[in-house]
């Protein structure tokens, strides 16, 4: 599906009416891992022109969301492990 996606945007055939959910459909593989950071900001360049900085920003909020939330797992994980750590000791 992303591939298809892919292809009909770089040629051009995407109507402008199908936007949005070729937007959503980039964004779910960006996320997933399926599309790279280039071709993504290359793709809403070409759909949205100069107006697609409001999907660069998104881009940018999604990957500080999930190292924040990665950094405030490891941080209650390690937090647990001293914790037991501790009471293991005699």
């Known amino acids: 599906m992303y591939i298809y996606v892919l292809v009909?945007?770089?040629?051009?055939?995407?109507?402008?009416s199908a936007y949005y959910s070729t937007l959503l459909t980039l964004v779910r593989g960006y996320v997933d891992g399926n599309?790279?950071?280039?071709?993504?900001?290359?793709?809403?360049?070409e759909m949205y022109g100069i107006h697609a900085y409001?999907?660069?920003?998104?881009?940018?909020?999604?990957?500080?969301?999930?190292?924040?939330?990665?950094?405030a797992v490891s941080v209650c994980i390690s937090m647990t492990v001293c914790g037991l750590r501790g009471e293991m000791r005699p």
Do not use: A, M
Not at 8 to 16: K, T
Not at 36 to 42: A, M
Not at 54 to 71: A, E, M
């Open 35 to 45: 599309v790279e950071t280039t071709t993504y900001e290359e793709q809403l360049r």
């Open 54 to 71: 409001v999907g660069f920003t998104l881009d940018k909020l999604l990957h500080n969301i999930v190292r924040q939330v990665l950094l």
């Open 8 to 16: 009909s945007v770089c040629l051009g055939s995407v109507e402008p």
